[in-house]
Structure formats: C-alpha cells, structure tokens
C-alpha cells in the first residue's frame, strides 16, 4: 500500500484537530441565509462564529482571482449590467475584473434557499477582499477564521480557467501575500491543482473533493498527497472514516444541511461539516454539548 507523506506542519495540525470540536465550514459562506461566495454571506459566517469560510475561485482575463461557484456568471442569481436579466452567460475568465464588477450577484434570490435575503447590488468578491474581510473583522474568531478555497477547474474544458500551474501559481501567491498558508486549506475535484500546490507550498493544507464514488480514503488523496478527504456526505459510512483516520487524513464532508444529517456525520467521527446553514449548525452542535 502506497504511504501518503506529510508535512511536520501538517501532521500537527492533524493531531491537534483530533482534540479540538468538529469543524464548522460555513458553505460560500452562508448560503442558506446570504447571497453565495458574496462578502455579506462571508459577514454572516464571521458573525455566527464558523470556523471555516469555505468558497470557489475564478480567475477573470486579467489575472485576478475571484470568488464564484460557477465558470460563467450565474444566470440565476445575477442580473447583467443596467441590473438586465442575462441572455448569455459569458465566461468569467473572458471578462476583465472591471467586467465582472458590473454584474449584481445579491439582487436575485436563490429559489432553492426560500430563507436566503437577497442584499441587492452584491459584487463578485476578490479572493483578496474576502481575506481583508476577515482581517477586519471585530467578530470573535474572525482573527482565526480558516479559508478552505476550490480552484474551479474542469479538465475537460481547459479554455474555462487557468492551466493547474498557473491556477495554484495565483492563489498560493496571493496566500503568501496575506500571510495566510497556516490559515489556508485548497480543495478540488482536480487532483492536479493540488498536486501543483504541493510544490508551491508544503505549508497549505490540501483537500481531495470527490463526488459520486466511494474511493478508499488513501487513494483518493494519494495523487495529490492531501491531507482532507472531502467527500459528497451521501457516499461514505463510518467505517470509511475510521480508515481515513487510521491514515491521519481527515474526513470533512460536504454539503449538510438537515439536523438528521449531522447527526449521522457526529456518529460517523468526521473532523469537520461543510453547511449552508452554519448558524444553525453551531446552534445544533451546542445544544448537544459538542462545541
């Protein structure tokens, strides 16, 4: 079987997770509640006390990193410039950051979240705005707050973002600029992204996302040597769990939003959960005298 090596940092931070209270990662923030991967969804989750942002990154034509969920502006929850429905979503890496800026990503409100209030003229954040968000953050555990942050890359259409390198080359830099690589987890579906952090960075915690499939912890992170297994909750069980932890990776889970669900990750052992609900959660998670 195939050893997975970590860094000295790395291996701390897991042994001293395994005493801390699970992890809350508030989902683009609180999406739930808030307009996704927008400055006040991330306002939301600093207040009800996360202690992870968890958001997706872009990068626009001329090399800025940016928060969204989506390679192309979201038709559904922005509105063009002039505040007009949009006829045809351009891709965020054929606009410039000025482009981007010009679209309302608050105004609309998610119909799948009746709960989320709309924060009309929200713009698109920079992954750098998000970081000076929390930076001034008189929120308790702001000055702690964790960033788990996915490269939005699909292999299968190269032209939609940055080549792997390139992609992890932006965001490590821009780490290291805020002095956050302690502070910073980099997740994505595309072990490649990570495999490229992990050159750049020993110090940035990697996290292997993984869909519908059931891996066994260790090859799934082996590719990239990841720390976190972050799995689509539905496909795994406790005894995948107990195997990843066995291999000092942790298991952070995404996206649970019902009482029912926690529950079961609380029985399975994970290390953290990934909500759009996480004022919610952390009211969950303390009336059961877990946090």
């Not at 110090?203 to 869909?211: D, E, F, G, M, V």
């Amino acid at each position: 079987m195939k050893k997975i090596i970590f860094s000295a940092f790395s291996v701390l931070f897991l042994a001293g997770s395994a005493a801390q209270a699970m992890q809350v990662q508030g989902h683009r923030g609180s999406r739930g509640t808030h307009p996704e991967d927008t400055l006040p969804a991330f306002e939301e989750a600093l207040r009800a006390g996360v202690d992870v942002l968890e958001l997706d990154l872009g990068v626009t034509k001329d090399n800025v990193v940016v928060v969204s969920h989506d390679q192309h502006i979201n038709q559904v929850i922005c509105l063009g410039p002039e505040g007009k429905p949009i006829e045809k979503a351009p891709l965020i890496n054929s606009l410039t950051l000025a482009e981007v800026k010009q679209y309302d990503c608050g105004t609309l409100k998610n119909p799948r979240f009746p709960r989320q209030t709309p924060v009309p003229g929200t713009r698109i954040p920079t992954l750098a705005e998000v970081f000076n968000l929390a930076a001034a953050s008189k929120h308790p555990g702001a000055a702690k707050v964790r960033f788990n942050i996915e490269t939005k890359i699909d292999p299968g259409q190269p032209g939609n973002s940055p080549a792997p390198a390139a992609f992890a080359k932006l965001v490590v830099e821009l780490v290291k600029q805020h002095q956050l690589e302690d502070r910073v987890i980099i997740q994505s579906f595309d072990y490649r992204t990570l495999a490229e952090v992990k050159k750049l960075s020993p110090r940035i915690l990697k996290a292997q996302l993984t869909s519908d499939d059931l891996l066994a912890p260790e090859d799934a992170v082996n590719s990239a040597k990841a720390e976190i297994l972050s799995p689509y909750f539905q496909w795994i069980n406790k005894e995948v769990v107990e195997q990843a932890h066995k291999a000092g990776i942790q298991v952070i889970p995404w996206t649970l939003n019902e009482p029912a669900e926690w529950e079961t990750a609380v029985a399975y052992g994970v290390d953290g959960i990934i909500t759009d609900y996480p004022a919610d959660l952390i009211a969950f998670l303390k009336a059961k005298k877990l946090r």
